[in-house]
């Protein structure tokens, strides 16, 4: 490590700290990185989903990971799905990811965040989201595997006398 065995600097090691790494993480690789570290802990032997909510500031405020709800064994509880009785699929029972990220973040408001996760939220994990007022949300893993491109479209003029299209995601 650059000293001898007195623990003074050698005189034959140059150490040049004059310029910075260039191959480091992004902010956006990081912290979908950690939601994908979350998603390891996911005891679902089909879906691993990780998510974390990064503040404005670029701190995690909370993570979370698909799992069943605290107290609730997941020995016993069923993590496949049976088509004849709804009581033995696991959606029944399975927490989210986003959800369990916002029931576990660490601040008071998550407003103006970002929330990074491994699969595309859900209808009702984006019904959350939005009343949390989470301003942003990175995911492109199903997107990406599907080779699908995806566009936030604004209409310009009412279609068809509707004003209502006005946000909406298309996919190609």
Partial sequence: FGFSDSGHQSDNVICNHAVKRNDYLSWEEYFMGVAHMAALRSKDPITQVGAVIVNQDKRIVGSGYNGMPTGCSDDVLPWGKDPENFLENKSAYVCH???NAIL?????????????TVLF?????AKLIIQKKVNT????????????IS???HFFTPLFGFSDFDNCMIFF
């Fill in 104 to 116: 576990n973040k660490i601040v008071g408001s998550i407003k103006g965040s970002t929330i990074y």
């Fill in 121 to 125: 939220p859900c209808n009702e994990c």
């Fill in 97 to 99: 990811a986003e959800l």
């Fill in 151 to 153: 566009l936030h479209f």
């Fill in 137 to 148: 949300i990175a995911s492109k893993r199903m997107f990406d595997l599907a080779g699908v």
